[in-house]
């Protein structure tokens, strides 16, 4: 395809303070919900996938309540006929089947082989939430499972910008999730990643696709991936983060001082770097930024698809933002996005 942009289409999301469009203006009202579960909205979605979402695991639950919003908002919630090969899934998460797996082991450990459950048993990979996904909505097309750290949710959408681009798909469901209890809390707590902050659980998903099939639809246009950059951060001196910084620029074709607004995300103790990164990169720090996990905590895989929903709801029509994060694991990712259609 050309360069013309892939915009977004549809979002869902399913997080402590609800929709992510409106989460800056809660946070500016002094709303804030760190640590907390959110509530799932499965009575909105249709039968045949309720009834599927009710005997799933956590993660697929969220996985299934936001993706159906966001392909219900791009008017692509197909539940019935043969799977549609031009429309797929990439999914990011850093943590996946993690309690899946530790409920199953508990279960084997407590009471042997006869209390393992099979239905359980296919729920300890880390792909089945976006085949259950793709199974629910017939989306026959590409079905990806990524996992970058905290970072996972945007590494999802810059991939599925790649595979846009390429025209290994028409519309793809892109975005991040992870699904918080408490086996997953008490490793956390223990040391497991240190995020400097509380943890929340939370799912992100957006419907992308060429700018020339959503006008062709009539679709809603929310906004425009102009580029990505994915990297690793080994070091605090922000190298990293600025070469993906400046990868994601690039690949927008746009220059350092085109970015209107930046979604920050590092933990506290890597702030100074992300601060360093961002000077030089641009050659100065943003005139304005916003911080969503300070409102939510981090939400991990969610959190970087999140911040860019938050910052197209923050940023005036046709502005540029930089969406950034950043895993105490060392990756990290940027996202070059503009409010509104591809220009």
């Known amino acids: 395809m050309t360069r013309e942009g ?13 929709s992510g469009a409106g989460l800056w203006t809660r946070y500016r009202a002094g709303a804030r919900a760190t640590g907390a579960v959110a509530e799932l909205p499965l009575g909105a979605l249709p039968d045949a996938v ?79 939430a976006a085949g259950e996904l793709a199974i629910a909505y017939r989306l026959g097309g590409p079905s990806v499972t990524v996992t970058a750290g905290g970072a996972s949710g945007l590494v999802a959408c810059g991939h599925a910008l790649d595979l846009l681009r390429a025209g290994r798909a028409a519309a793809l469901v892109a975005g991040g999730v992870d699904a918080l209890g408490d086996d997953l809390a008490a490793w956390l707590a223990a040391g497991g990643l240190p995020i400097g902050r ?47 910084i400046a990868a994601a620029l690039a690949d927008a074709e746009l220059a350092a001082g085109a970015v209107d607004l930046c979604v920050r995300a590092a933990p506290p103790a890597l702030e100074a770097m992300e601060t360093r990164a961002l000077e030089t990169a641009l050659g100065r720090l943003p005139a304005r930024t916003v911080r969503p996990k300070d409102l939510v905590g981090d939400t991990l895989g969610a959190a970087g698809p999140l911040g860019l929903l938050a910052a197209l709801g923050e940023a005036p029509d046709g502005a540029t933002v930089l969406v950034l994060d950043v895993c105490p694991s060392g990756h990290v990712a940027a996202l070059v996005a503009r409010r509104g259609a591809a220009a």
């Open 50 to 128: 309720r009834t599927r979402a009710a005997r799933a695991e956590r993660v697929t639950q969220l996985l299934l309540a936001t993706g159906g919003a966001a392909l219900a908002g791009a008017g692509l919630d197909v539940t019935e006929g043969p799977p549609r090969p031009a429309l797929g899934v990439v999914v990011g998460t850093a943590f996946g089947c993690f309690l899946s797996n530790a409920a199953f082991e508990r279960r084997f450990l407590e009471g042997g082989a006869a209390a393992a459950s099979p239905r359980l048993f296919a729920a300890t990979v880390s792909n089945a």
């Open 198 to 244: 509380a943890a929340s659980e939370a799912a992100a998903l957006v419907v992308l696709e060429p700018a020339a099939s959503a006008r062709a639809r009539g679709a809603t246009v929310l906004g425009t991936i102009a580029g990505s950059g994915v990297g690793f951060e080994p070091t605090a001196d922000g190298e990293g983060l600025r070469d993906t």
């Open 6 to 18: 892939v915009v977004i289409t549809g979002a869902g999301v399913v997080a402590p303070l609800g």
